[in-house]
């Protein structure tokens, strides 16, 4: 069983950073872990994901502005977001699969998600 939790959010002007961070219990180290957002008027989107074997790879919206690292011995999986726009506005969740090491972009393929923590980006 994997439990996570989300912390970091906060609101920012347009072009700030922050640093989201997601604390996990259980074993995680051989799950694909990722970051979504719900984003009012678009639903649940993907953002980045961090794979057991595959490295990090991101959505076209996130690419370039944000980073995706996760520190097994810690059990954290990190978003640092940097140039925040305001369409990056919404709840931002960590998720983790069910001891499956390669990824996916779909929600419904994470077993395990944390509470949320809301990012507002003001203009």
């Known amino acids: 069983q994997v439990q996570l939790m989300e912390s970091g959010g906060g609101s920012v002007e347009a072009g700030g950073s922050l640093r989201l961070s997601c604390a996990a219990s259980?074993?995680?180290?051989?799950?694909?872990m990722a970051w979504f957002r719900r984003v009012e008027g678009k639903g649940d989107e993907w953002v980045a994901y961090?794979?057991?074997?595959?490295?990090?790879y991101y959505a076209p919206s996130a690419r370039g502005r944000f980073a995706i690292s996760r520190d097994n011995r810690k059990k954290t999986l990190d978003l640092q977001m940097n140039s925040l726009e305001v369409d990056d506005t919404g709840v931002y969740y960590c998720?983790?699969?069910?001891?499956?090491?390669?990824?996916?972009?779909?929600?419904?393929?994470?077993?395990?998600w944390g509470q949320g923590t809301q990012v507002t980006v003001s203009s």
């Open positions: 259980g074993d995680i180290a051989s799950s694909c």
């Open positions: 998720a983790a699969r069910a001891r499956i090491g390669y990824c996916s972009i779909e929600r419904s393929d994470y077993a395990y």
């Open positions: 961090f794979g057991v074997y595959g490295g990090a």
